[in-house]
Antibody, heavy 121, light 110 residues
Framework: EVQLVESGGGLVQPGGSLRLSCAAS????????MTWVRQAPGKGLEWVSA????????YYADSVRGRYTISRDNSKHTLYLQINGLRAEDTAVYYC??????????????WGRGTLVTVSS | QTVVTQEPSVSVSPGGTVTLTCGLS?????????PTWYQQTPGQAPRTLIY???TRSSGVPDRFSGSILGNKAALTITGAQADDESDYHC??????????FGGGTELTVL
């Protein structure tokens, strides 16, 4: 059974930093690209970042490029999201998801339950 | 900047048919955008309904269907049920590793 478990969220002051983790199990982690998606309170989903299976290629939404860094440790089956210079608008539930890419289609097929990041003084 | 558009809220009567759409602020949605639809209830993670424009995910009832209608992706629910009352999110693949979600549609069944 595929499982994705996020951790690392919490209450952080503006300007602070956090590293989110996503522990994966139930599939061969190193074979799949992964992604982070966030959802601000009462808002829709927002794609944040994605990372290729090897970790060599990273992709970011314009809204977070330069402050967010996505990475992975395939030996630990874990995906990370480093967030620096936190702002109030970064307050959200952060989900990690597995990307299924097959032939000419791709989508986020499994999601974790998310971890809440709250930025407030 | 690419904006993906969805109806903010839609209502349907029990047993009725409703179509939610997913468009682009500039241009048309095509199958190459890999339209994907997710259903989400409050406090829960999204659940995949439709991927690759029109393929139902495992376990999804056949009253849910996906298509391209005109210049938009569409999610149609035929024979809506009370437990279909949820938020529905579409996402498009823009290429080069970039994805964009729509703002989501709140579906009310009443």
């Amino acid at each position: 059974e595929v499982q994705l478990v996020e951790s690392g969220g919490g209450l952080v002051q503006p300007g602070g930093s956090l590293r989110l983790s996503c522990a994966a199990s139930g599939f061969t982690f190193s074979n799949y690209a992964m992604t982070w998606v966030r959802q601000a309170p009462g808002k829709g989903l927002e794609w944040v970042s994605a990372l290729s299976d090897s970790g060599a290629n990273t992709y970011y939404a314009d809204s977070v490029r330069g402050r967010y860094t996505i990475s992975r440790d395939n030996s630990k089956h874990t995906l990370y999201l480093q967030i620096n210079g936190l702002r109030a608008e970064d307050t959200a539930v952060y989900y990690c998801a597995k990307i299924l890419h097959s032939g000419n289609y791709r989508y986020f097929d499994y999601w974790g339950r998310g971890t809440l990041v709250t930025v407030s003084s | 900047q690419t904006v993906v558009t969805q109806e903010p809220s839609v209502s349907v009567s029990p047993g009725g048919t409703v179509t939610l759409t997913c468009g682009l602020s500039s241009g048309s949605v095509s199958t190459s955008h890999n339209p994907t639809w997710y259903q989400q209830t409050p406090g829960q993670a999204p659940r995949t309904l439709i991927y690759n424009t029109n393929t139902r995910s495992s376990g999804v009832p056949d009253r849910f269907s996906g298509s391209i209608l005109g210049n938009k992706a569409a999610l149609t629910i035929t024979g809506a049920q009370a437990d279909d009352e949820s938020d529905y999110h579409c996402v498009l693949y823009m290429g080069r590793g970039i994805w964009v979600f729509g703002g989501g549609t709140e579906l009310t069944v009443l």
